[in-house]
């Protein structure tokens, strides 16, 4: 699928946050190039709430969908509450996962609205994965940064997966502190300033490494073999996700809640339209420089 119609998706249900839509139609291009190798037994690690790879995977959504209508602002992650959560599916992607993991209830309840997973389970990746070994022919991946014990993780995907089976990574870097609005802008704010605009992001990925260090721990795995590097987004694009609409998410989350649904639908179609012009260009042209990347996507290979 082309990168401007994955934004559009992606602008649909993360139209309060067009940042994420950025983030997730670069990274969805990448994946969906994989498409061919989703078969067999497959499973989506720390799928969330299954969005990402079910619109990736050629799943669609009404306009009437979207992130913000399930939202808990008492909690610290408004995110993760399932109370008003609607979803109604325009297009199913033509296969489904087998299953999928999560480490959040609510998200696990979010994804299963999808009807995208066969089987989901709740599970910390710190700790052994619920499977035999040599089980998986696909396995996806879109969060072993947030896992402390990296080594580990990593170690049990490789386990799980079937000898030839693929196993795709998408990783974030430490780039995303040094390409970051701080690290540019070192006058004149203080540091509420950044601890509003970075929510306690940073701290929460709790295996951020470096490339090479990702990569020289996968090496060390008996049976794993990297096929394949792709940068996937590089400084130009962090600068924006790092700050984004993220700070007023809540007010503005509020304020569509409360307007009536014909005016709150004709917010959402006027920012849509507004994002996708301010990145037409930008997101047919756009091609990351490896030497600045913040996240890769990394193609696994389980030998004999």
């Not at 992130?67 to 808990?72: A, C, K, N």
């Not at 389970?121 to 619920?130: A, E, F, Q, V």
């Not at 694009?237 to 569509?256: E, F, H, M, T, Y």
Request: hydrophobic share 40%.
């Amino acid at each position: 699928m082309k990168k401007k119609l994955l934004f559009k998706s992606f602008l649909n249900f993360f139209w309060l946050r067009p940042e994420n839509a950025l983030i997730f139609s670069l990274k969805a291009e990448k994946l969906s190039q994989y498409k061919k190798f989703f078969k067999g037994n497959s499973v989506d690690i720390s799928c969330g709430n299954g969005i990402f790879t079910f619109i990736t995977f050629g799943g669609e959504l009404s306009q009437k969908s979207d992130m913000y209508q399930s939202l808990d602002y008492k909690n610290k992650d408004i995110y993760d509450s399932f109370k008003k959560y609607n979803l109604i599916i325009k297009k199913y992607p033509k296969k489904k996962f087998l299953f999928g993991t999560d480490w959040k209830l609510n998200l696990l309840n979010k994804s299963k609205k999808l009807k995208f997973y066969n089987n989901l389970i709740l599970h910390d990746n710190n700790k052994r994965l619920p499977f035999q070994n040599d089980y998986f022919d696909f396995m996806y991946n879109s969060s072993s940064y947030w896992v402390k014990k990296f080594n580990f993780h990593i170690a049990e995907m490789i386990r799980v997966l079937k000898p030839g089976g693929k196993l795709l990574l998408t990783v974030k870097t430490k780039n995303i502190i040094k390409f970051n609005l701080r690290s540019i802008i070192t006058k004149n704010f203080d540091d509420k300033f950044y601890k509003i605009i970075d929510g306690n992001r940073i701290n929460s990925y709790k295996g951020l490494k470096n490339l090479e260090e990702y990569l020289n721990i996968i090496k060390k795995i008996k049976k794993a073999k990297i096929v394949r590097l792709e940068p996937i987004y590089c400084r130009k694009v962090n600068l924006i996700w790092d700050v984004g609409l993220r700070p007023i998410i809540k007010p503005l989350s509020i304020l569509a809640n409360s307007a009536k649904i014909k005016d709150r639908t004709k917010a959402k179609s006027i920012m849509i339209s507004i994002f996708l012009k301010l990145f037409d260009s930008f997101i047919k042209n756009y091609k990351p420089q490896k030497k600045f990347a913040v996240e890769w996507l990394v193609e696994i290979n389980k030998v004999t």
